[in-house]
């Protein structure tokens, strides 16, 4: 990443203007430009020249995303005040001799993204004209080494610079000469594969330097002492070896990562670095690794030539923990490195550790003695290695915070591992974990196998997911008040329903039961003790059955995918589910396409975002159909199928009741004279007959 500071410093000068929502209000329209105060910006206007009509008290000129290929000596003459210019990626090819000479209180100069190294050696005159300028960026002009030192030549006053994206391969003392009161440089994205001795070493108020993204060897004799942050990450280094010596260095940030660093690195003996990212090399140590033995006192020899000077470096190939001073430590990034085996008292030496990636290595084992105490560590990153042994002394830890063990071969994690920790974040996953059981063995001892999850006070979130758990023992978590549990990817372990979750139920504010085994019909689920949960993942269940107890919840966000239901009861959208709902998952299950009003009152509530509402379908007659967008046809023949349901009732009941009406018919005519004597007799009335 290009530097910061030279990236966003127009952007700021427009926003202390008032340019922002806060300062619309004061924009005024010179053509196609926009001014705020003395800040005016004519980005993107497809202007082919600096415009003539702007104010002459102009501070700063935003003309980024133009055509112009030229900047005459009169293209700037106008605004004798100007102190930020930016014409990044213009077709800049020639700025003429002349063209900063009534702009002398120039301070920051955005040339980015042009093609300047066409005509340099004229540029270069320009540029010369500028004694005020602080800082310059020329990132992507096609610059070679030698162009650039003849266009810095003349610019004492820088104090940032970028050159990167350029042609530069090699690096001299003579490219950054005079250049004394720089504090930033960039090269980043250029071709360098060489650095001189001695480059860098005028720049004595150099601060922050950005070698990414080049070809650089190795890097040794490294004495920059004044240096606060250097980042050579992506380059090709196997060695980085510092001077030796006892001179102190501001050194806070060294980035090394993504490069192919065989030892962990030479580092200053007194420095004040607190952040060191090694991430994706091949560091590993070696003295207990198999046939290292007869090699532990090899010694490697560095011979740096400078002119007719050779120094020669002499160091132990297999020394494993350097005499640097690494107390002030406080970020340590090892992760996607070699590494099987940390050397005893490595770690006893950061003090001030609060943050320790070790993920994505080879370790098999991992002990943290009671004589090296990590007292600061917060986060601990363990995650993608092999370990099947995790031993850590007790009160080793007493700050940690974050513990992830994802993907190892650990069956069990010592029980006092969580005493005296204020831990709230615990990731398990994928791991072959077993719970411990609420009740003791026969012998009166637990499973010495098992996990033990219960009264940690302090565990608010919790992930077991792909632990292969066969079931969740009854009150497995009890006594610790979990806001956030994945379950999730492990079969069966809730095939009894959740009565192992009903000591959490109340505090249970993120849940994900994906592919758990739940009991396929929602009546056999019962959420209703989860009255504070937010968040459901019920996924990959084979649910035929919505559960109805989800209806009074104020779930925000619920994932039913993969399941089998055919429809969602409209009436539980209808109660506080409805209300409260943001978030549903649908895909992957068989909606019947005639009874989808449910869907149609998801459309009407309006505040419900169905993520993946293009790949909902349904069933139609085997067939399955986008639910976004039913066809004609679809609709048609549902109701064809309502109508002939209610002929079908007809022509079953039509014959039981002609039947029924002939048996009257046949018994009244059978029976006519005895019920009319029946009658008459009953109501004594005279007979006609």
Not at 145 to 172: G, H, K, P, T, Y
Not at 210 to 224: H, M, Q, T, W
Not at 302 to 319: H, R
Not at 523 to 547: A, C, H, K, V
Request: proline share 4%; net charge negative; with cysteine.
């Amino acid at each position: 990443m290009e530097s910061v500071s030279l990236g966003l410093s127009l952007s700021l000068v427009f926003l202390v203007a008032g340019w922002g929502p806060t300062g619309m209000a004061l924009a005024t329209h010179h053509g196609p430009c926009k001014q705020v105060h003395r800040a005016v910006d004519c980005t993107g206007r497809w202007q082919g020249t600096v415009p003539a009509d702007l104010p002459a008290d102009t501070q700063a000129l935003s003309l980024d995303h133009n055509t112009i290929r030229t900047l005459t000596n009169a293209s700037l003459l106008q605004y004798p005040h100007l102190e930020t210019l930016s014409l990044r990626e213009n077709r800049l090819e020639l700025i003429e001799p002349g063209a900063f000479l009534s702009s002398r209180d120039l301070r920051n100069l955005f040339l980015a993204d042009n093609a300047l190294g066409t005509n340099y050696s004229v540029t270069a005159a320009a540029l010369g004209s500028l004694p005020a300028l602080r800082k310059l960026d020329l990132s992507g002009n096609h610059l070679t080494e030698d162009m650039v030192a003849a266009m810095l030549r003349n610019l004492s006053s820088l104090e940032s610079l970028s050159v990167a994206r350029n042609l530069i391969m090699r690096l001299d003392s003579s490219v950054f000469e005079h250049l004394g009161q720089l504090q930033e440089l960039n090269l980043e994205k250029n071709y360098i594969y060489d650095i001189e001795g001695g480059t860098f070493e005028g720049l004595l108020g150099l601060q922050r330097l950005n070698l990414a993204y080049n070809y650089i060897p190795c890097i040794v004799e490294f004495g920059l002492t004044q240096l606060k942050t250097l980042n050579a990450s992506n380059n090709v280094l196997e060695w980085f070896l510092s001077a030796e010596g006892e001179a102190v260095f501001e050194l806070e940030t060294l980035d090394l990562s993504h490069n192919k660093l065989l030892f962990f690195p030479l580092l200053p003996r007194q420095s004040k670095l607190h952040t060191l990212l090694l991430r994706d090399n091949e560091v590993s140590f070696y003295r207990h690794l198999p046939n290292a033995t007869a090699l532990l006192d090899v010694t490697v020899q560095f011979l740096v030539t400078e002119g007719n000077t050779t120094n020669i470096t002499t160091l132990s190939l297999w020394e494993e923990v350097s005499s640097s001073n690494l107390s002030s430590l406080s970020f340590l990034d090892m992760s996607q490195n070699q590494l099987w085996y940390l050397p005893a008292g490595f770690l006893g030496r950061m003090t001030s550790l609060s943050h320790l990636k070790l993920n994505q290595n080879c370790l098999e084992t991992l002990h943290i003695q009671d004589r090296e105490p990590l007292g600061e560590l917060m986060d601990l990153d363990l995650s993608h290695n092999r370990l099947g042994d995790l031993q850590l002394g007790l009160g080793t830890l007493p700050s940690l915070r974050a513990l992830n063990l994802s993907a190892n071969r650990l069956r069990s994690v010592p029980p006092h591992t969580f005493a005296h920790t204020w831990i709230t974040t615990v990731d398990l996953s994928h791991n072959p974990l077993q719970l411990c059981p609420q009740q003791a063995s026969a012998d009166g001892a637990e499973d010495p196998v098992c996990m033990d999850l219960r009264n940690i006070a302090s565990l608010r979130r919790l992930d077991l997911a792909g632990c292969g758990l066969e079931v969740v023992p009854s009150r497995a978590f009890s006594g610790t008040p979990l806001t956030h549990l994945d379950l999730s990817n492990n079969q069966g372990a809730l095939a009894r329903g959740l009565q192992p979750l009903r000591a959490i139920a109340l505090m249970l504010q993120v849940l994900s039961l994906r592919n758990t085994g739940l009991p396929p019909s929602g009546e056999d689920i019962d959420f209703s003790g989860f009255q504070n949960l937010l968040s459901l993942d019920l996924s990959d269940n084979s649910l035929t059955s919505f559960p109805e107890s989800l209806s009074g919840l104020s779930l925000q966000t619920l994932d039913l995918r993969g399941n089998r239901l055919p429809s969602l009861p409209l009436h539980a959208l209808q109660k506080q589910l409805g209300r409260c709902l943001s978030v549903l998952y649908l895909s992957q299950n068989p909606f019947d396409c005639c009874t989808l009003e449910w869907w149609d009152f998801l459309h009407q509530l309006r505040t419900v975002r169905v993520v993946d509402r293009g790949q909902v379908t349904c069933n139609s007659s085997s067939t399955l159909i986008g639910a976004e967008r039913l066809p004609a046809s679809i609709l048609q023949r549902c109701r064809w199928k309502t109508v002939n349901i209610a002929l079908l009732y007809l022509v079953l009941t039509l014959p039981a009741c002609l039947t029924l009406l002939v048996a009257l018919a046949i018994i009244f005519l059978t029976f006519k004279h005895k019920l009319l004597q029946l009658v008459k007799s009953q109501y004594r009335v005279s007979s006609p007959y």
